[in-house]
């Protein structure tokens, strides 16, 4: 009846031992963006003349000069060749969710020997099988030409491995014809567009209109780690990234010991080096610490501009995932990982800057604070016109388990301004801001509004879309997204809203500016208030208040991803240049078959477990504790046998309604409806998680709760 396997997990893990703490040495940080093609490797390896045009393209948003192409190949070849690499890789980002490359070696046979070659051909355009990615209807089966698209701004890099190592050419995926396959290319088109939506806004206050705009992102990451020995044994997480089954311990997260708690040694090497491998890397990792649940971790960099930060990401989820194993551990992206404890999410510290000035600082000076107000009233009305397209831009099977629960924010669609800003949005409503509850007398304009204290508020963990001192925190995306896809649609309806406003305040007469502008404020305000929550985004109340306001609340992937295929959605992203209408369904189409798919895994792995596991499991414990209590009797022993009978009988009843609930999903996972396997699975777990109560814990198949987030 033991069952070996978890006691000995249990064991190898305890013999696990910690290094010795090493002798202390200076803290360096002269490998910091060692394995980057950076700007410093640039000038070392590139011509003066070919180096500056490149970095035109890079921080200024210049054409590239298609001539300088061999030069920079040749360049990245040879600082590949002295970083240890022989081979490289267009790495592109493609609609799995995840990252794809395929390498070619550096090698040219020539005569009776062989050379490194690199061409300026091979570093602008690669040829990848386009027909086995996901396209949702953009690329049939036989169609398989595909083409990587190397983006000069984001920076190539050396992935390392135990015998090599590989120069990484970050690049875009597009079809042969031109439709984009992937999540980089419509982000560059998005930052586009709101790089030109904000020239023209600024452009209205006098500015000049050839500043740089850099859309910033500083995405906080969340993750689960477990020994690997637990993981290996719990076929739910090898297939699906969750447990499907699992009773909730005694203790978890309710104790709230666990945040910002020591973290423990074990951990803290790994921590330690994830860290050593980003800053090779150049990604700017800057926190971490204990998350809320147990064995919850957060990982935190500084911001960045917006491409390279997404680019970044996915190499931190990568890394860590590859650092995990090295420690015999396995980390968990999986937004609701344990059910009964937080989920993980990917906080999105988004912001807009126009040269040196970010747009979401409240200013020092009247003028600055009449833009700022216009910035933040013009964000307003994009979120509320748009919630649906932010919502559907989170969703995904796993996020559907998170949202609503725990330190995730509710599926409704709310903003959250702090106390300061949201007493003088209710002043600007009603008439001129007149004061501030923290700061002196105000107006908007030339005397109308004074300088806004920065960090004047509070913070609010509930709400989906927070302003928190200079940026927004959009916390509804899942830990295993991509940061690419919410931040499309940030920037769309952003520059949309943008370009809206500046539509109309660039009609004002230049004598009456500021009047006519606090009026239109106003109006916007008025129109788009429903969307300011500043409360408790967890209670009922709020979600029958935001019903009441008209809020779109859509529980569930299929609920969200309708709004993608509605015509002013469509004319939305069209209008900008970011998806075609073509594309745009394609989406929906990847997006659905995906949901679908993971829903019908998820209810063939629970089938299996519960049928192949935890019945013959509990069957061999009823037949056990039957026929002790048929030999009891027998023997004419009665102390105890009805204590036994009764556990019989229980146990029994238990594993009748676990088999039923089998046979249920049986049904619904042959019939494929993804509603019927969820409801299902939901019922088969209870019966499972009520099985595991009674079922002894010698005889348990799998890892428990208590074991997975506890012993590591």
């Known amino acids: ?56 393209t890079i921080e ?30 267009h790495w592109f980002q493609p609609l799995t969710g995840s990252t794809a490359e395929k390498h070619d070696s550096f090698l040219e046979p020539e005569n009776c020997g062989a050379l490194f070659a690199f061409s300026g051909k091979n570093l602008i355009m690669g040829e990848p099988d386009a027909s086995s990615f996901p396209s949702g209807g953009l690329r049939s089966t036989f169609e398989a030409r595909g083409y990587t698209a190397w983006d000069p ?16 050419i970050p690049t875009a995926f597009c079809s042969y014809t031109g439709d984009a396959l992937d999540k980089k290319t419509p982000l560059l088109r998005s930052i586009q567009a709101l790089s030109g939506a904000t020239r023209r806004l600024m452009k209205c206050f006098g500015l000049p209109d050839d500043e740089k705009v850099s859309v910033t992102l500083g995405p906080e990451q969340e993750y689960f780690l477990i020994d690997k020995h637990f993981y290996l044994q719990r076929p739910d997480l090898l297939q699906t990234g969750r447990t499907l089954f699992g009773a909730p311990p005694a203790k978890h997260q309710q104790l709230e010991d666990h945040y910002f708690g020591a973290i423990r040694m074990r951990i803290l090497n790994f921590m330690t080096e994830v860290e050593q491998e980003l800053w090779k890397l150049g990604i700017p990792a800057k926190t971490r610490h204990n998350e809320v649940a147990p064995a919850q971790f957060e990982l935190a960099p ?11 990401n996915m190499l931190v989820m990568e890394i860590l ?4 194993e090295r420690h015999g551990l396995v980390c968990l992206l999986h937004e609701k990982p344990f059910a009964g404890v937080n989920g993980s999410g990917k906080h999105n510290n988004w912001s807009v800057n126009y040269g040196k000035r970010n747009l979401l600082n409240p200013g020092s000076d009247p003028h600055e604070n009449a833009i700022f107000l216009t910035v933040l009233c013009a964000i307003i009305e994009a979120v509320d016109r748009h919630a649906d397209l932010l919502r559907a831009a989170v969703t995904g099977a796993g996020n559907d388990h998170r949202l609503g629960a725990n330190e995730a924010p509710p599926a409704v669609i709310s903003m959250y301004l702090g106390d300061q800003l949201a007493d003088v949005i209710e002043q600007l409503e009603h008439g001129t801001p007149t004061s501030s509850r923290h700061a002196r007398a105000m107006k908007i304009g030339v005397d109308t509004l004074p300088p806004l204290p920065r960090d004047a508020t509070d913070r609010n963990r509930t709400s989906p879309f927070a302003f928190t001192g200079n940026k ?11 940061c ?40 916007l305000v008025r129109a788009h208030k429903r969307i300011i929550f500043n409360g408790d985004g967890y209670t009922d109340d709020w979600l029958a208040e935001a019903a009441r306001r008209g809020l779109p609340n859509a529980r569930s992937t299929m609920d969200s991803l ?44 629970a089938l299996e477990i519960a049928d192949t596991m935890i019945l013959p499991a509990a069957g061999r414990e009823y037949a056990e504790i039957v026929r002790a209590v048929a030999e009891a009797e027998q023997a004419g022993v009665s102390a105890g046998v009805s204590v036994q009978r009764a556990r019989a009988e229980r146990l029994g009843a238990q594993i009748e309604a676990c088999a039923k609930h089998v046979q249920e999903l049986r049904d619904a996972v042959g019939n494929g409806k993804h509603e019927d396997i969820l409801r299902t699975m939901t019922e088969l777990r209870i019966a499972v998680d009520a099985l595991e109560k009674s079922v002894s814990d010698a005889a348990w198949p799998l890892p428990k709760y208590h074991e997975m987030l506890f012993i590591y």
């Open 302 to 312: 500084v911001f960045e501009e917006l491409n390279l930060a997404c680019d970044h």
């Open 472 to 482: 927004f925190e959009f916390r509804a995306p899942g830990s295993s997204h991509s």
């Open 321 to 324: 995932r590859q650092t995990a």
């Open 1 to 56: 009846m033991d069952n070996p396997s978890r006691r000995h997990a249990v064991d190898a893990i305890a013999e696990i031992t910690t290094p010795a703490p090493q002798p202390p040495h200076p803290a360096v940080l002269t490998d910091y963006g060692a394995d980057v093609f950076n700007e410093e490797a640039m000038r070392r390896y590139l011509a003066k003349s070919t180096c500056e045009k490149l970095l035109a």
């Open 562 to 605: 309708r709004c993608l295929l509605a015509d002013e959605n469509v004319a939305v992203f069209e209008k900008y240049g970011v998806f075609t209408a073509r594309e745009l369904t394609s989406r929906f189409e990847v997006f659905l078959e995906d949901y679908h798919r993971k829903i019908r895994i998820e209810g063939e792995v």
């Open 484 to 523: 690419s896809g919410a931040n499309i649609t940030l920037n769309v309806i952003v520059a949309e809203a943008f370009d809206r406003m500046a539509e109309v305040i660039s009609k004002f007469d230049p004598e009456h500016f500021h009047d006519e502008l606090q009026k239109h404020l106003q109006t």
């Open 60 to 89: 200024r948003g210049e054409a590239l000069d298609p001539a300088i192409a061999g030069d920079v190949a040749h360049a990245m070849k040879e600082w590949a060749l002295s970083r240890g690499a022989t081979s490289y890789t």
């Open 153 to 168: 701004t984001s920076p190539a890099f050396i992935k390392r491995h135990g015998n090599g190592a590989t120069l990484c």
